[in-house]
């Protein structure tokens, strides 16, 4: 062991995992991984977890289990100190970790933009543990509503994938859960979704965005858009327009910033949003040794959002590049590739795009496809987690035996 070279990654979601899978299986490295939860997850689905209507068995991966299947160590802990003179990271939990290479895969949080009110008085869907927080409350705000006949007031920040597929998952939770249903939603949900934009889902087509907003509106959910939230309280939201939106439960879901934990990376460039700068062989800009990929990194030069597609094809661009750079040669740089994106409304309907200029999906077929390909791309990542046959096994119970969200009706 002693002339292995040591690869240390913080942080477990998509980019972080597929670099330490893949890395582990190079010669001559030996790999940990570091994070706070037990367990891996796909950040795209915690809107489903948030809603109920996603089973957390089947789903959230031990980091045990997938470390002693690829062959790298695992830590549940999260960073406290980095210091890069000595190369080695001091974790939470009293271990300090040598490293020969650092890999920065932290992910990202909702960007509160420092609106008085949000932090104190919103939920969020940064973590498994969000989500979970997120469905509890929904579950409260639902039977109380029922129980005092009176509307269950919601409002959501953000009108990108994350918030829009919230609105139509929380909406789909009530209208599978027992007891309650179609009409129970129609008569409890009085619900808004904010958006301080022009429109919705600006990353997809005009018409896009449009038909996701009226089914929205068909399904319980108000879409404002060019609304600015300038705070918040127990009781909603306040506008710029002066307007007050009141709402029990309250979710903000805009704007993304990197992991607080970057800034443990003194002396390192950063971007406004907390992102390491990083070239484009995704090392920082300034220390070679430390690499940064998915949501709490920047290409300065070539800027990407911040999705799990790129998450997932930085991760594995790693595990070509960091086995170059110990045996000193020069890699090509990250080339992105895009393969379009999907946003689907839980059973509602649902879009994509092949690439920037064609689209498809919003009618019943086509709607039902781009479903499809949504889940498909997570289950897609899940095989290559935890192999082919538990995927298709929990893909089939999903189709036989679907999660029934507990409302307590």
């Not at 789903?59 to 299947?69: D, M, Q, R, W, Y």
Request: hydrophobic share 40%.
């Amino acid at each position: 062991m002693a002339s292995q070279t040591h690869v240390v990654v913080l942080g477990g979601g998509v980019a972080g995992l597929e670099a330490a899978s893949s890395l582990s299986k190079q010669n001559g490295l030996a790999v940990t991984l570091v994070d706070r939860s037990p367990v891996h997850y796909w950040k795209p689905a915690l809107h489903e977890f948030a809603a109920g209507t996603m089973r957390h068995d089947g789903n959230c991966v031990p980091f045990a289990e997938t470390a002693a299947k690829n062959g790298f160590s695992f830590v549940q802990s999260a960073p406290s100190s980095v210091d890069r003179d000595a190369h080695t990271v001091t974790l939470e939990n009293g271990t300090t970790l040598p490293y020969s290479k650092l890999v920065v895969a932290l992910g990202s949080s909702a960007n509160d933009f420092g609106i008085p009110g949000i932090l104190d008085h919103c939920r969020f869907l940064d973590s498994l543990d969000d989500a979970d927080a997120l469905y509890a409350a929904f579950r409260e705000a639902a039977q109380t509503a029922r129980a005092n006949g009176k509307k269950l007031t919601l409002g959501i920040v953000g009108g990108g994938a994350t918030g829009v597929q919230l609105a139509a998952e929380l909406c789909k939770s009530l209208d599978k859960a027992p007891g309650f249903g179609p009409d129970a939603r129609r008569n409890l949900l009085d619900a808004v979704l904010i958006e301080t934009g022009p429109r919705i889902l600006p990353a997809f087509p005009e018409n896009v965005s449009a038909e996701s907003a009226r089914e929205l509106e068909k399904i319980g959910f108000s879409v404002r858009t060019g609304a600015m939230v300038v705070s918040a309280d127990e009781t909603g939201f306040a506008l710029k327009s002066g307007e007050h939106i009141p709402c029990d439960l309250r979710v903000w879901a805009a704007g993304v910033r990197a992991s607080a934990a970057t800034a443990l990376l003194e002396g390192l460039e950063r971007g406004r949003s907390g992102q390491l700068s990083v070239t484009p062989t995704l090392q920082t800009t300034q220390d070679p040794d430390v690499f940064a990929v998915g949501d709490c990194s920047r290409i300065d030069s070539a800027p990407l959002a911040p999705t799990a597609q790129v998450a997932r094809q930085q991760g594995e661009y790693l595990a070509r590049t960091v086995p170059q750079i110990i045996a000193g040669g020069t890699p090509q740089p990250f080339a992105y590739h895009d393969r379009g994106a999907v946003v689907a409304l839980g059973d509602y309907n649902g879009w994509g795009m092949f690439d920037p200029q064609r689209g498809f999906g919003g009618g019943i077929l086509s709607g039902r496809f781009a479903r499809f390909i949504h889940e498909w791309l997570y289950r897609q990542h899940q095989a290559g987690v935890t192999g082919l046959g538990k995927a298709i096994s929990e893909t089939l119970r999903e189709r036989f035996a679907p999660a029934r969200p507990d409302l307590g009706g």
